[in-house]
């Protein structure tokens, strides 16, 4: 079973940050769009941030300017650097694979999902 690895979740006050990373096969990091979801209690799971095959990113308006989407393709692993986290930014985040839709809003045609990390920033 295919499986993409996350770490780096927890605890953090507002203003903090912090960096998630994701670990995937070769095969699956280099022939997929890599993205960041996330699943707010209550609410539907939305797509974040993007990086596809060639570098560029593309990010949900309410991140843009304080996430990064980064990769490492030696170590077939994707980040996400979290600035400025606010308490709305609380969840667990998930790494995903596959196909980009028209938006970031459209999300991902996922085909991989990691077992998801919980972001919890306090007031």
């Known amino acids: 079973q295919v499986q993409l690895v996350e770490s780096g979740g927890g605890l953090v006050q507002a203003g903090g940050s912090l960096r998630l990373s994701c670990a995937a096969p070769?095969?699956?990091?280099?022939?997929?769009?890599m993205g960041w979801y996330r699943q707010a209690p209550g609410k539907q799971r939305e797509l974040v941030a993007a990086?596809?095959?060639?570098?560029?990113?593309n990010y949900v308006d309410s991140v843009r300017g304080r996430f990064t989407i980064s990769k490492d393709n030696g170590q077939s692993t994707v980040y996400l650097q979290m600035n400025s986290l606010k308490p709305e930014d609380t969840a667990v985040y998930y790494c995903?694979?596959?196909?980009?839709?028209?938006?970031?809003?459209?999300?991902?045609?996922?085909?991989?999902w990691g077992q998801g990390t919980q972001v919890t920033v306090s007031s």
């Open positions: 995903a694979a596959g196909r980009y839709r028209r938006t970031v809003k459209d999300g991902l045609s996922v085909d991989y």
């Open positions: 070769g095969i699956i990091f280099s022939s997929n769009v």
């Open positions: 990086i596809f095959r060639g570098g560029s990113t």
